[in-house]
């Protein structure tokens, strides 16, 4: 795909990933974002912060979008929306009340000249210049996977869970409340910052022993103190919670829905002759996947499920062993920076939903909307 040479040298697009925790917001062909800020709102009235996507109604949605996309544009990114092109990245399963809500937001106050709206698995595994993946996003509120073959999505073998930032978080909270800390000093920003400093994925063999119980249980990691900035409050973070607060993730239950599971039962979802692909390109995306550890307990965990679970042993066949891509810059802003690469191409020309084509309808065309996919005069 060309680089679209007469846009880039005009108005470069803008592209925006809007996450629930964090929104990453830059130019198309740079390969960093301009910036990485909350997805956060300033309440007039109170002057408190509060999530963009807390609202009871799409009018007040509505409003929240207007105040949010003037913040990027007139203090973060110094540009004027008017006639922009835009890149927006999506979760192809996200509410349609939020794309329909943020299209009216641009293109009716913001009069921008089109929207690109581009799905997120597809786009973070554009970064790495392959057809076939397994793509896992570890989020805020929720991890997704989704399988990609030959640059289509399989929709039928996408999987989700609650478990994301946000579940770790609250297990941080649980653990120290219980140890004797002020549920006063652990605002989101400290657990953030304590889960992203100290907190870590733990090996197979320590979790099983650990579970086991016994005189064979290991020696917890050491102890570290956290200083809230704010008061310079000590908080001793204990060993046993740095290397189990992320155990939520890999829990064993009935429903076989920890990461592990979720992704074998996503490749099983997927017909025969793409499994051994999906099984050699596993590519970890987001913010969550950057713990450290994780990769190797994931690696861990698969392989002994294909040998000793009788359940996917008799269900995958052959010798299978899995891989995993590196990404391209950091996971947390992978999505982005596929984005960024499309938005650089001639794409933005013959994907985009154009103002005037949205104006006739105000309507955000859908693939899972069955009147929007019909064939013209059907």
């Given at each position: 795909?060309?680089?679209?040479?007469?846009?880039?040298?005009?108005?470069?697009?803008?592209?925006?990933?809007?996450?629930?925790?964090?929104?990453?917001?830059?130019?198309a062909a740079e390969a960093y974002p301009r910036k990485i800020m909350p997805t956060e709102?300033?309440?007039?009235?109170?002057?408190?912060?509060?999530?963009?996507?807390?609202?009871?109604?799409?009018e007040e949605l509505y409003d929240q979008l207007v105040d949010f996309l003037q913040t990027i544009f007139f203090k973060h990114l110094l540009v004027s929306p008017k006639e922009r092109k835009f890149v927006l990245v999506e979760n192809v399963f996200g509410p349609t009340v939020l794309r329909e809500t943020l299209?009216?937001?641009?293109?009716?106050?913001?009069?921008?000249?089109?929207?690109?709206?581009?799905?997120?698995?597809?786009?973070?595994?554009?970064?790495?210049?392959?057809?076939?993946?397994?793509?896992?996003?570890i989020g805020?509120?929720?991890?997704?996977?989704?399988?990609?073959?030959?640059?289509?999505?399989?929709m039928a073998a996408f999987k989700d869970q609650s478990y994301g930032g946000r579940t770790i978080?609250?297990?941080?909270?649980?653990?120290?409340?219980?140890?004797?800390?002020?549920?006063?000093l652990l605002t989101e920003s400290v657990l953030e910052d304590i889960k992203v400093r100290t907190c870590f994925v733990t090996t197979m063999e320590r979790a099983q022993a650990r579970a086991n119980g016994g005189q064979d249980k290991p020696t917890p990691a050491p102890a570290v103190d956290y200083i809230v900035s704010d008061n310079d409050?000590?908080?001793?973070?204990?060993?046993?919670?740095?290397?189990?607060?992320?155990?939520?993730?890999?829990e064993l239950s009935n429903e076989r829905d920890s990461l592990p599971h979720l992704i074998l039962r996503s490749i099983l979802d997927c017909t025969l002759d793409v499994r051994r692909a999906l099984v050699?390109?596993?590519?970890?995306?987001?913010?969550?996947?950057?713990?450290?550890?994780?990769?190797?307990?994931?690696?861990?965990?698969?392989?002994?499920?294909?040998?000793?679970?009788p359940f996917y042993a008799e269900r995958f066949h052959g010798e299978l062993q899995f891989k995993f891509f590196n990404s391209i810059g950091k996971q947390n802003f992978t999505a982005w920076l596929g984005g960024a690469l499309c938005g650089a191409t001639d794409l933005i020309q013959t994907r985009s939903l154009v103002k005037e084509t949205y104006l006739k309808s105000e309507h955000v065309p859908d693939w899972s909307n069955l009147c929007d996919n019909r064939p013209t005069g059907s």
């Amino acid at each position: 795909m060309p680089i679209y040479e007469s846009v880039m040298q005009e108005k470069p697009p803008i592209v925006l990933d809007i996450g629930t925790a964090y929104t990453k917001l830059g130019f198309a062909a740079e390969a960093y974002p301009r910036k990485i800020m909350p997805t956060e709102v300033v309440m007039t009235a109170t002057g408190t912060r509060k999530r963009l996507f807390d609202y009871g109604s799409p009018e007040e949605l509505y409003d929240q979008l207007v105040d949010f996309l003037q913040t990027i544009f007139f203090k973060h990114l110094l540009v004027s929306p008017k006639e922009r092109k835009f890149v927006l990245v999506e979760n192809v399963f996200g509410p349609t009340v939020l794309r329909e809500t943020l299209a009216r937001v641009l293109f009716v106050h913001f009069d921008v000249s089109s929207v690109m709206f581009v799905p997120v698995h597809l786009i973070a595994l554009s970064t790495l210049a392959v057809p076939t993946a397994l793509v896992v996003d570890i989020g805020y509120s929720e991890t997704t996977i989704m399988p990609v073959f030959s640059g289509v999505q399989i929709m039928a073998a996408f999987k989700d869970q609650s478990y994301g930032g946000r579940t770790i978080h609250a297990e941080i909270k649980r653990q120290l409340v219980e140890s004797g800390v002020k549920e006063s000093l652990l605002t989101e920003s400290v657990l953030e910052d304590i889960k992203v400093r100290t907190c870590f994925v733990t090996t197979m063999e320590r979790a099983q022993a650990r579970a086991n119980g016994g005189q064979d249980k290991p020696t917890p990691a050491p102890a570290v103190d956290y200083i809230v900035s704010d008061n310079d409050a000590i908080i001793q973070v204990p060993g046993l919670l740095r290397e189990t607060v992320y155990e939520v993730m890999f829990e064993l239950s009935n429903e076989r829905d920890s990461l592990p599971h979720l992704i074998l039962r996503s490749i099983l979802d997927c017909t025969l002759d793409v499994r051994r692909a999906l099984v050699e390109s596993v590519f970890l995306v987001g913010g969550g996947s950057m713990v450290q550890g994780l990769l190797a307990r994931l690696r861990q965990e698969l392989q002994h499920l294909l040998a000793e679970d009788p359940f996917y042993a008799e269900r995958f066949h052959g010798e299978l062993q899995f891989k995993f891509f590196n990404s391209i810059g950091k996971q947390n802003f992978t999505a982005w920076l596929g984005g960024a690469l499309c938005g650089a191409t001639d794409l933005i020309q013959t994907r985009s939903l154009v103002k005037e084509t949205y104006l006739k309808s105000e309507h955000v065309p859908d693939w899972s909307n069955l009147c929007d996919n019909r064939p013209t005069g059907s």
